[in-house]
Structures are given as C-alpha cells and as structure tokens.
C-alpha cells in the first residue's frame, strides 16, 4: 500500500486522465461495473454444458459414417431440462440418456430410425429400415443391433470417464 507521500502510480495516472473531464453516470457505472464477470466465462453453464457433452460423443463414439454422431448431438441440444438437471457435470447427463435408450427397445428402434433418416439424408441415398423382429439388410450400417453395441461402448466410455 503507498503512503502518502508515495502515492499509487496508477491512481496518479487516473487522475491525471480524470482531470478536466465531466463526470457521468455512465463513466461510474463502467468503473464498478469493470470486475463484474472477472474470473467467470462469459459462455452461459448451458452451453458449455452441451458442448462438453457434444466433444463426448464425438471423441468417443465410433460411427465411421457420422449418422448416429449427428442425431445424438441434436438430441443433446435439444433437451435442455435433462442437461440442466446435471449442468456441474453434463456427462451424468449423457449416461442417464444412454441408459433410457438402453433399456428400452421402442427407444433404440426410434433412435435406429432416426439414424437411417440422417444416414440417408447426408449420404443421398435411401436408407434401409429395420423393423423390430426382422433381419437387417446386408448393407444397413445402422442396425439394432450396431447401434446398441455403438451406444454400450459409449457408455464404457462414460463409465471410465465418470
């Protein structure tokens, strides 16, 4: 702390920059207001929430074609009330959706559903649709079964992550 007779430097500075100008309302609020957000991000918790979860599936989810990446991302972005709920660590988030996907088949086949529509729609190509009970075509890339040993191993990778 500077005595008086050697006073700040920067406040010397202040002053002198000070002098001879009016004072205004807004020149007080830019002077408190300047340490506002000193030390926080300015990227809302939500955000960096979906995108810790986005970089996830993109580092950890194998799918050479990119389909079923894609409709879990937008899926992500889409649920801003599960995220919410786990927004100190979006992962949780991303375990708990896995698992309801997981331990209902309805949900995997819609989600397999989903993925041929993106698949086909990236591609150009007329995607090939499971239905529940029947044998995959040759060439689908996204079957029941692909998808649900796609969505297990992302869930290992949840589980060493958590």
């Known amino acids: 702390m500077p ?5 700040d430097p920067d406040y010397a500075l202040q002053q002198d920059i000070l002098s001879g100008r009016k004072f205004s309302l807004a020149d007080a609020i830019g002077r408190e207001g300047s340490g506002f957000l000193k030390g926080e991000s300015t990227v809302p918790k939500l955000v960096q929430a979906k995108t810790e979860v986005m970089v996830f599936i993109r580092n950890h989810l194998p799918d050479g074609s990119g389909a079923l990446q894609s409709v879990l991302q937008d899926i992500v972005q889409a649920d801003d009330a599960r995220i919410s709920a786990y927004v100190d660590c979006p992962l949780y988030a991303l375990r708990d959706a896995v698992q309801d996907v997981l331990s209902h088949r309805e949900r995997l086949y819609e989600l397999v559903r989903q993925v041929d529509m993106r698949w086909g729609h990236m591609y150009g190509e007329r995607p090939y649709f499971q239905k529940p009970g ?3 075509h040759p060439e689908d890339e996204y079957t029941h079964e692909s998808v ?9 990778a949840l589980h060493r992550t958590i």
């Open 3 to 7: 005595s008086e007779s050697d006073p």
């Open 134 to 136: 029947q044998d995959p």
């Open 148 to 156: 649900q040993v796609m969505l297990e191993h992302l869930l290992d």
